[in-house]
T-cell receptor, first 111, second 113 residues
Framework: KNEVEQSPQNLTAQEGEFITINCSYS?????LHWLQQHPGGGIVSLFM???GKKKHGRLIATINIQEKHSSLHITASHPRDSAVYIC?????????????FGTGTQLKVEL | EPEVTQTPSHQVTQMGQEVILRCVPI?????FYWYRQILGQKVEFLVS????????KSEIFDDQFSVERPDGSNFTLKIRSTKLEDSAMYFC???????????FGEGSRLTVL
């Protein structure tokens, strides 16, 4: 079983829709990252969370530490939001700062 | 905005050849990482580097791999004798502190023929 599971794997939405991507993890963590991977392959950090909720523009990320679950929401989605969204966690076991990645959610927003 | 830069963006090499991938982390950062992503798969951790030494490495990071920070700015990943299965996108990342935000480079795509 993967330590980090994301759903859905693929998502197609119409412009303007509210989008939710989910991430569940099975280990104790000190932080959870939401990342965006562009079609060309580059990775951009969107959020780093250890509790609660963060908002940046149309993006909102929440985390529930007790339930080992995080969500990334996109409000008023736009075609330029089309990308792969990746959840990654920094585990508290084994020490170190490495991230363990989910398999990503491929999002396509259509006009 | 500060950024992590990686070179080359794409390298094609023959199996058995040595490859060096270069990264320039953000200047005041202290923690450096290499990750890789085989096409169609998830991103995997290779190695972390702090205080001029490896702090953690994965099972993937065997004797064929090495990292160094030769001049206090560049952070390099060397693959001594490339194999077909080393074909992947390699990402460098840096952090200012252990719990800080992570900044990724654009990646270096390595193709081994």
């Amino acid at each position: 079983k993967n330590e980090v599971e994301q759903s859905p794997q693929n998502l197609t939405a119409q412009e303007g829709e509210f989008i939710t991507i989910n991430c569940s993890y099975s280990v104790g963590i000190s932080a959870l990252h939401w990342l965006q991977q562009h079609p060309g392959g580059g990775i951009v950090s969107l959020f780093m969370l250890s509790s609660g909720k963060k908002k940046h523009g149309r993006l909102i990320a929440t985390i529930n530490i007790q339930e080992k679950h995080s969500s990334l929401h996109i409000t008023a989605s736009h075609p330029r939001d089309s990308a792969v969204y990746i959840c990654a966690v920094r585990s508290t076991t084994g020490g170190g700062n490495k991230l363990t990645f989910g398999t990503g959610t491929q999002l396509k927003v259509e006009l | 905005e500060p950024e992590v830069t990686q070179t080359p963006s794409h390298q094609v090499t023959q199996m058995g050849q040595e490859v060096i991938l270069r990264c320039v982390p953000i200047s005041n950062h202290l923690y450096f990482y290499w990750y890789r992503q085989i096409l169609g798969q998830k991103v995997e951790f290779l190695v972390s580097f702090y205080n001029n030494e490896i702090s953690e490495k994965s099972e993937i990071f065997d004797d064929q791999f090495s990292v160094e920070r030769p001049d206090g700015s560049n952070f390099t990943l060397k693959i001594r004798s490339t194999k077909l299965e080393d074909s992947a996108m390699y990402f460098c990342a840096s952090q200012g502190r252990a719990t800080g935000e992570l900044f990724f480079g654009e990646g270096s795509r390595l193709t081994v023929l």
